[in-house]
Nanobody
């Protein structure tokens, strides 16, 4: 059974950088053809795909967030990390990590609420 768990600060100040880590168990992040995504949901809005890192290490980003987003991984720890710069109150959201293959998300973390406020 694959499990994903997000971790990181629950409160970030405007203009600061947010970093969240997704720890994966029950499966390797380097296994062929899996993509590991970050997805968020702001209050009252739908899910927003932010970006992903592939089994190969290649990264993909939402055009809307590309200038502020970076995704990296630590294969020794089986973790991948989201970095979002210059945060603003509109970045307040529940942030999820998820596994995707063939355009289907089969495992999700429970989500972590991040509030951007001074």
């Amino acid at each position: 059974q694959v499990q994903l768990q997000e971790s990181g600060p629950g409160l970030v100040k405007p203009s600061q950088t947010l970093s969240l880590t997704c720890s994966v168990s029950g499966g390797s992040i380097t296994t062929n053809f899996y993509y590991w995504s970050w997805i968020r949901q702001s209050p009252g809005k739908g899910l927003e795909w932010m970006g992903a890192i592939a089994y190969s290490g290649n990264t993909y980003y939402s055009p809307a967030l590309k200038s502020r987003t970076s995704i990296s991984r630590d294969t020794s720890k089986n973790q991948f990390t989201l970095t979002l710069g210059s945060v603003a109150p509109e970045d307040t959201a529940v942030y999820y990590c998820a596994r995707e293959r063939f355009n289907e998300y089969d495992y999700w973390g429970q989500g972590t609420l991040v509030t951007v406020s001074s």
